[in-house]
């Protein structure tokens, strides 16, 4: 038995918050590990003792194990505590763990190195009889064998990197046409995210449900299973709803599936915490995807049902105590459903997004839980994962959990970067998610461009946004005079004043509107808008929320105002973003039309594709961006002649560098 009294906990953000939570519930002392980018991140704040190990990109300091090493023979740590991501599935770094006698809170070396390979684990687990998915999982990895492989097992096929996860180096290849270069892309990304170009194929299984389970070893031989987790709602096969149990599971089929996930586990001879996928297909046959040798990062739905804390059952068996749990005694009680907020813009293809955290405001009420690491004034850097916090809701039914989710994330407010939020209101009114009728295809089913665009300025919204605007103005102007009586602040000579605003929703924002805000009363104003006329009665306005009478109907918005001329609106979950234009000079970004080819985001320029003098036609691959763990190509928006070339291959760029200058065809 190896008992310890500090942590040290190799990762960041919301998991490192997380285990820390229960950690120092248990009574013993942790220590953070951070970047220069997330100095004053919470997990820093939380640790009860902190050390800086690198620079903010994460081969530089997540990544690297000698300074995370380092950091616990420094500050005397006992134990490390992975997290997920980064290093937790990393069996070198479990193994120098040992060697330097600190306790690594997790599985053995072997079984991380076993199945954290998804040629080795599909291939031990054909030899333990746990259904698999056909395809090819050889060493040979040439792509004249891939091809004549891909072949046999017949299209649509899914080529997978070996050692990865989280959707890189994944692609679904609909025809033989397509495959080299899927095997092209996929390489690249695998070996840029695990450092292995290894790859996997598997026939594609059209729309079925992504079904888990939770699993928990000791080291004395004990195994169980934690019940389900369906996670079939994804985007770029990244997970974005999870929920427990699985909306069509049976006694019967959890019993099975159950079975087989006890027995891969057991057939590593495994320890802690772990996770089995399945893919399940619509006749209720299911098959073995990959195993998570960590923790998941939808642990908390578990953990709702259960009642456990799984952190808390990880520290336990990583110090030689027994699970002290058997299957019978695990009751599932309840349902609940997690959704992940990500920094990432739906509307452009989910495109990963930077920036700084202006106001993060959680919601509070019955069943609801938030595992978050983020906090007002943060700022959120293109070296990390989008996913910045995790929103869970527990409910006596599967309704009753999907009702208190909609409604804490259209009472929850993140201003300062573009979300997913909206988009997870909209995911969870679906009738199909309703229904429970959910399978991978879901989004793609469900979203289509259109649906997906961002909705267009909303004049009772812009309306709301004037007036706040205008008494937060008033209210400063107030609070700066020394000389004005507050009961003439709205007047002039001539009666009472008029103010123009020309509203434009987002930054760069085609839509606008124009509207005049003049007031009536001490607490009510007329708002003229195009040919309408509204009367808003300002009931309240306290920190970032506001109460308003519109036309006599009450509602409820939360704002910020960040710089004059500029505010953040939040009603009903949906956020608006607006700038009064007769603040603001038009920006140079909005006078340039697609030939100006700036960076979406901060990020490393991988490839640069073309040069001075190249002809290239609309949707031509200009550049490669990698950010956040993904690469993302930069495409063409016009027919044009490169004209210049600012950036090069391995270099840093910000978001909004100009990158490429492209004369159009027509001049």
Not at 65 to 91: C, V
Not at 104 to 113: K, N, R, T
Request: with cysteine; glycine share 10%; charged share 25%.
């Amino acid at each position: 038995m190896r008992t310890f009294k500090s942590i040290l906990v190799a990762n960041r953000g919301e998991i490192a918050v997380r285990v820390m939570r229960t950690a120092q519930a248990l009574g013993y002392k942790t220590i953070a590990v951070y970047s220069e980018a997330d100095a004053n991140a919470p997990h820093v704040q939380m640790a009860d003792d902190a050390v800086l190990i690198g620079p903010g990109p994460v081969g530089q300091s997540y990544l690297d194990m000698d300074r995370i090493l380092a950091a616990a023979k420094e500050t005397g740590a006992q134990a490390i505590h992975p997290g997920y991501g980064f290093l937790s599935e990393n069996a070198d770094f479990a193994r120098a763990c040992e060697a330097e006698g600190l306790v690594f809170i997790g599985p053995s070396a072997e079984a991380i190195d076993l199945m954290g390979n998804k040629a080795a684990a599909k291939r031990r687990m054909i030899a333990a009889d746990v259904p698999c998915v056909p395809g090819y999982e050889d060493a040979d990895q040439s792509d004249d064998v891939l091809i004549a492989a891909a072949k046999n097992i017949g299209y649509p096929i899914m080529v997978k990197a070996a050692a990865g996860g989280g959707g890189r180096g994944m692609r679904l290849v609909d025809d033989a046409k397509g495959l080299p270069g899927a095997l092209a892309s996929a390489r690249s990304e695998a070996l840029n995210a695990f450092g292995s170009d290894e790859l996997i194929l598997e026939k594609a299984i059209i729309r079925p449900r992504h079904v888990e389970f939770q699993i928990f070893a000791d080291s004395l031989g004990n195994v169980i299973h934690l019940g389900e987790r369906d996670c079939s709602v994804q985007r770029r096969h990244q997970k974005v709803v999870e929920e427990a149990p699985c909306p069509v599971m049976t006694d019967d089929l959890r019993a099975r599936m159950g079975a087989a996930a006890v027995e891969a586990a057991r057939s590593i001879d495994y320890r802690g915490a772990g996770t089995i996928e399945f893919l399940l297909d619509d006749a209720g046959e299911f098959y073995f995807l990959e195993m998570n040798t960590r923790l998941q990062v939808e642990h908390p739905v578990t953990e709702m049902i259960t009642g456990l804390d799984l952190v808390g059952l990880q520290i336990q068996v990583a110090e030689g105590h027994p699970l002290g749990l058997t299957q019978d005694d695990i009751k599932l009680s309840g349902h609940a459903i997690e959704v992940r907020l990500y920094a990432e813009d739906t509307t452009q293809d989910f495109l990963p997004c930077t920036g700084t955290i202006d106001l993060w405001q959680p919601a509070v009420g019955e069943g609801l839980r938030f595992d978050a690491g983020i906090e007002s004034g943060q700022d959120v850097s293109p070296f990390y994962d989008p996913m910045i916090a995790k929103v869970i809701a527990w409910g006596e039914t599967r309704e009753v959990a999907r009702h208190r989710l909609i409604e804490a994330l259209k009472d929850t407010v993140l201003f300062g970067l573009t979300t997913n939020l909206g988009f997870l209101i909209d995911i969870l009114g679906k009738q199909a998610f309703a229904k429970g009728e959910a399978t991978t295809g879901f989004i793609a089913d469900e979203f289509d461009a259109a649906a997906l665009a961002e909705p267009a300025p909303d004049k009772m919204e812009a309306a709301m946004a004037a007036v706040i605007q205008y008494e937060t103005e008033r209210q400063s102007a107030l609070g700066k005079s020394l000389n004005i009586a507050p009961s003439l602040m709205n007047w002039s000579s001539a009666g009472p004043l008029v103010t123009h605003y020309l509203y434009a929703q987002g930054v760069g924002g085609d839509g606008q509107l124009e509207l005049t805000v003049s007031p009536e009363n001490a607490t009510t104003y007329r708002v003229q808008i195009e040919d309408d006329a509204l009367s808003i009665e300002l009931l309240q306005l306290n920190g970032n929320t506001a109460r308003l009478a519109v036309n006599g109907r009450r509602h409820v918005v939360h704002f910020s105002v960040p710089t004059p001329g500029h505010i953040y609106l939040s009603v009903g979950g949906k956020t608006s973003n607006f700038r009064n234009r007769n603040a603001f000079p038009a920006s140079a970004e909005e006078a340039s039309g697609g030939g100006r080819v700036i960076a979406p985001m901060h990020g490393t320029l991988l490839e640069i594709c073309v040069e001075a003098g190249d002809a290239v036609k609309i949707g031509d691959r200009l550049a490669v961006l990698e950010a956040m763990k993904m690469q993302h190509d930069i495409l063409a928006e016009i027919d044009g002649d490169v004209v210049e070339v600012h950036s090069e291959a391995g270099v840093q760029v910000a978001a909004d560098d100009l990158l490429v200058e492209i004369e159009g065809t027509d001049g």
